[in-house]
């Protein structure tokens, strides 16, 4: 039983409590659904309770929160946790080693591990070889990896010290439409017998409604809403989405452009082979043309190439065959060459200009925010181009503040981006790139792990920078996202 | 009666934070010590053709004035101890940047593994000598030497030095030390402050105080 | 069952009977063989076990490029090495060149040819180690055989496995750096910004681990038990008793010729 009562959480460093006032309780074998806003502390409550927040010098703890009535560091291994960002939870360098080594953790007898790990993979439809390297590869891999490795742990055999407590931090983010059937189902087995306790945080809560029984809501101040699903989506629908919440059946505001057709190719490719390896291209003989003006939107299944593709689109991966071509308004003058000569300037092929080419011309969202991160203050981060642009002092912290509150970041401004939330970091990254204003802006998953508020913020600055005659290609898995925006669409198929 | 209290005393306490103690590692510290290991390994390796090819040339032709360039061998025990604070993690960083030099491929082969050890027991001797409560810059050059020193005695054996005269012995001692304390020592400090400033070693002692 | 072979499946190199023993008896062999070098400076032992090295090897099917390969800056540095012993060493017998604290006699000379060969032996007696240095057999073996605390082993074996991500991180981060329009920046400098950022992301993600591996039950009171077992065999057996009569061998013929000096001996 997880029980908390006034229990709260402030980071050492932050004037502000990330959780406060949180009181509930949680029967063994229970599901629920934990929501709230981008930055309400969701994470921070699954740390907790899996005890690994830290000691008293990385936080101040206020209130109580136990399970059967102990605090969550004396029972480590009893809680098993997906974290919210699949790349930091790789632990060892094959993906068989790395499913296998939460069984070894709960001491689990060797002839029962293998087959563990084998059943876990299938489930989460990973279906690669034991020793492949866990390096490479793609996001929704790994976080089909981290779901596994957890739910091999959690397996319905497990003799373990009391009945295990599943937490799973946003499991879906990175996920093509089929792969959230698949892992959700996996978990739906793995908890069918009312053995495992499972707590799920996910903005969408579609997904999750048949599975789960209870909903609590995360607020500013405390719970904001707490009881079986249909009730309290039924009831309290106006707080929820005044909070962010995505209920089901309540449309997004947001509606397409009108679109008009046969809009002239900004960039297109010939023949273009894509990968990071000669000999394991990633798409092979690949014919894009993005449109000028438009929203261009490439989905497909995890692993297919749309990250690769994308980075190649943007002039950064070089291509392994074929070419990346560019419409001459947007290619640089040729004279004007960088300092960087050891790349011969093509002005049509963007993989030969220089940095301070691609700042105007082309940006580049990754997939991973934290790559991008390269100073230490939210506001610092945001003014990195302006000043590689050299706009004047003034007009940078005037157009930093702006940004600011569009991306709901106010209040975050000297915040340290590597400490923010999940969310939190996917809009700065975003942010980053809009700054700029680029003439074609290269978006990776833009949208994954936003509330309803903010994602409809943020999807409203892509309208805007539209509306001003700017090229988008955006990579998602988001069906709300593809709804407004998909002004025309790439499906990329994997290749076998 | 007694019996009881304490009884009821263990209860209570399950409701707070698992005790940690100062001197246990936790599985963030190891971590991180690897990690520096690793990267201290790689240091090591660009300056085995760097360093080394001063280091001989100066060895050859000078008495001992060698040593000038050995400090940077020496630097992940001032860095490991600054960072982690644990007893034990000068030698482990050390040993760990010394293996992967090692396997990285060097022309010392398995010594490599020896001369980790003995500059990290050197390193981690300063530290100790202070309770591992003081790490500031003196106490870092102190350890920087103190990890020369250890390089120095093992070198008596492992290259033979004890059959050399005494003036280059002397020489080489002084430059050895000296390099070790600025090379390393300072070197280590400056490193752990610049890390400290970037926000990184938050979840550690010496990233919190800024590094000293 | 078949499974439990998995995470031990050896790289692309074709395989040497060195690979029939675990890493860490790899590792043990390395440090044995490197004693008996260690504790004479002589030239007879050193050359007796250099050839004892090299015929190993051969007949382990160690491949010669390899070795080439490994060995080749080796000839670059013994010498070096061997002229500051040949200068510095203490002077016997007869001299044939002195000047301020450069003393060439008889006996630094030989001394310096003890210190080139003994060079040579350490430095390829590496090449044992090569293709055992997959480390998370080695780290099976350091825990399972020798028994070094789990916690410790474990924990080390996650942060050195981000070596073989600094490669990638650093060409993501190139990118990343390119694209945020700061790429431009002059190589000697972009390269120590960039190596800075990479430790600085390398700790972070260290620390990010640590908490994901913990959230995985890893460093809990409970007892652990390994996927992989790490096991001693007759090969490892065997390779045991071939250094230990290497060892033997070399210090035996340097006692016969009547050059073992043991390093510890402070000659007049
Ligand atoms: N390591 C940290 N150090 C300091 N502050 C932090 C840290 N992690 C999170 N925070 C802050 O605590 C607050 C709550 O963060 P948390 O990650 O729990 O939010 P969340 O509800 O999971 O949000 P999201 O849906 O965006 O993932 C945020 O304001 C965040 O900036
Ligand atoms: N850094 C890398 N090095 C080598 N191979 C990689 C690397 N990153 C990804 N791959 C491989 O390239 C293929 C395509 O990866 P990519 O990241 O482009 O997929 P994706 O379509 O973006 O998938 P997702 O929706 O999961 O993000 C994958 O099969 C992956 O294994
Ligand atoms: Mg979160
Ligand atoms: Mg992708």
């Known amino acids: 039983m997880i029980t908390a009562s006034g229990w709260g959480w402030r980071y050492a460093g932050r004037p502000d409590w990330a959780v406060r006032g949180v009181d509930f309780t949680v029967e063994d074998g229970e599901r629920v659904l934990l929501l709230g806003a981008s930055g309400a502390g969701k994470s921070t409550v699954l740390a907790a309770l899996t005890g690994v927040l830290g000691g008293a010098d990385e936080g101040t703890e206020e209130g109580r929160l136990l399970i059967d009535g102990k605090h969550p560091t004396r029972v480590r291994g009893r809680v098993g946790l997906v974290m919210q960002d699949p790349e930091s939870q790789v632990v060892l360098a094959k993906v068989g080693d790395d499913v296998a080594f939460g069984c070894e953790n709960m001491g689990l007898p060797r002839q029962e591990i293998w087959p563990r790990v084998h059943r876990a993979l299938d489930a989460v439809g990973l279906r690669v070889p034991l020793d492949q390297p866990t390096g490479a590869l ?333 090229t988008i290609i955006s990579v998602t898995h988001d069906p709300a996202y593809l709804e407004v925006l998909a002004e025309n669409r790439l499906v990329v198929t994997a290749t076998p | 009666m007694t019996n009881n209290l304490t009884n009821q005393q263990r209860l209570d306490d399950q409701t707070t934070p698992a005790p940690t103690s100062r001197h246990r590692w936790r599985v963030v510290d ?135 005269g005494p003036a280059f012995l002397a020489i080489y001692f002084a430059t050895t030390v000296i390099s070790g304390a600025v090379l390393a020592g300072g070197v280590g400090q400056l490193l752990t402050k610049a890390l400290a400033s970037t926000g990184v070693l938050d979840r550690f002692a010496s990233g919190r105080d800024g590094g000293s | 069952m078949t499974a439990v072979q998995t995470g031990t499946t050896q790289a692309a190199a074709a395989p040497t009977l060195l690979d029939r023993m675990n890493s860490v008896t790899r590792l043990g062999l390395a440090v044995l063989a490197s004693l008996p070098i260690l504790i004479t400076l002589d030239w007879v032992s050193a050359l007796t076990m250099l050839c004892c090295q090299f015929g190993i090897f051969v007949a382990c099917r160690v491949p010669l490029p390899l070795l080439a390969r490994r060995t080749a800056p080796l000839l670059l540095v013994a010498p070096i090495g061997a002229v500051s012993m040949a200068l510095y060493g203490r002077p016997g017998g007869e001299i044939h060149f002195q000047w301020w604290l450069v003393t060439i006699s008889d006996r630094s000379l030989l001394l310096a040819v003890a210190v080139f060969l003994r060079i040579l032996v350490l430095g390829s007696s590496a090449v044992i180690l090569i293709g055992g240095a997959d480390p998370t057999r080695m780290a099976d073996g350091l825990a399972q055989i020798l028994r070094l605390p789990a916690r410790l082993v474990l924990g080390t074996l996650a942060g050195v496995r981000m070596v073989g991500l600094f490669a990638e991180d650093w060409r993501t981060m190139a990118l990343a750096r390119r694209a945020r329009g700061i790429g431009d920046i002059g190589r000697l400098r972009r390269f120590f910004t960039m190596a800075f950022a990479l430790l600085v992301f390398a700790i972070r993600r260290g620390t990010k681990l640590a908490t994901a591996m913990e959230a995985r039950g890893f460093g809990s009171e409970r007892e652990r038990t390994w996927a992989r077992p790490s096991r001693l065999g007759r090969a490892d057996l065997f390779g045991l008793l071939v250094t230990l009569a290497a060892g033997a061998l070399s210090i035996g013929m340097a006692l016969w010729a009547g050059t073992f000096w043991l390093v510890l001996w402070d000659a007049t």
């Open chain 1, 138 to 470: 793609s996001g929704g891999q790994k976080q089909r990896l981290a779901i596994a490795a957890a739910l091999a742990m959690h397996g319905s055999t497990a003799e373990s010290a009391g009945p295990g407590i599943l937490c799973l931090d946003e499991p879906t983010a990175n996920l093509d439409p089929a792969g959230i059937v698949e892992v959700r189902d996996a978990i739906g087995r793995v908890v069918a017998d009312r053995t495992t306790t499972l707590l799920v945080v996910e903005h969408r809560v579609d997904v999750w409604a048949d599975l789960v029984d209870r909903i609590i809501v995360l607020g500013t101040d405390g719970i904001l809403a707490d009881g079986p699903v249909a009730q309290v989506l039924a009831e309290q629908a106006t707080e929820l989405l005044a909070a962010g919440v995505w209920v089901p059946g309540v449309p997004h505001p947001l509606s397409p452009r009108p679109v008009h057709a046969s809009a002239r190719p900004l960039l297109w490719t010939e023949d273009l082979t894509t990968g990071y390896q000669a000999s394991r291209p990633v798409g092979r003989h690949l014919e894009v043309s993005i449109p000028k003006g438009l929203s261009t939107v490439i989905t497909g299944p995890n692993g297919a190439g749309k990250s690769t593709l994308a980075l190649t689109l943007a002039g950064l991966l070089r291509p392994l065959a074929g070419r990346v071509r560019v419409a001459p308004g947007l290619q640089p003058e040729p004279r004007q060459r960088g300092r960087r000569s050891s790349r011969t300037l093509d002005p049509a092929d963007p993989h030969t200009w220089t940095s301070r080419h691609l700042l105007t011309r082309i940006g580049t969202v990754f997939q991973q925010p934290e790559h991008q991160f390269v100073e230490r203050q939210v506001r610092e981060e945001l003014a990195v181009g302006l000043r590689a642009l050299d706009w004047p002092q003034p007009q940078i912290d005037r157009r930093v503040a702006e940004l600011l509150e569009t991306l709901h970041l106010t209040g975050l401004a000297t915040a340290n981006p590597f400490t923010l939330s999940g969310g939190e970091q996917r809009r700065l990254s975003v942010g980053t790139v809009l700054a700029t204003s680029p003439a074609l802006i290269v978006l990776d998953e833009p949208t994954f792990g936003q509330d309803r508020n903010t994602w409809t913020d943020l999807v409203q600055l892509v309208l805007q920078i539209l509306a001003e005659g700017r």
């Open chain 2, 30 to 164: 190891i971590v991180v010590a690897a990690v520096l290991g690793v990267a201290c390994g790689l240091i090591f390796f660009a300056w085995n053709s760097v360093g080394y090819a001063w280091f001989t040339t100066m060895d050859a032709l000078t008495p001992g004035l060698g040593g000038i360039a050995a400090g940077l061998w020496f630097l992940g025990g001032p860095l490991g101890m600054l960072i982690i604070r644990k007893p034990g993690a000068a030698i482990m960083v050390e040993l760990i940047g010394a293996v992967v030099s090692a396997l990285l491929g060097n022309v010392w082969g398995i010594t490599t593994l020896y001369s980790g050890l003995a500059q990290g027991l050197g390193a981690e001797l300063a530290f100790a000598l202070f309770a591992y409560r003081n790490f500031k810059l003196p106490v870092a050059l102190l350890a920087g030497a103190g990890a020369g020193l250890g390089a120095w005695t093992l070198e008596l054996f492992t290259s033979g030095n004890l059959a050399k």
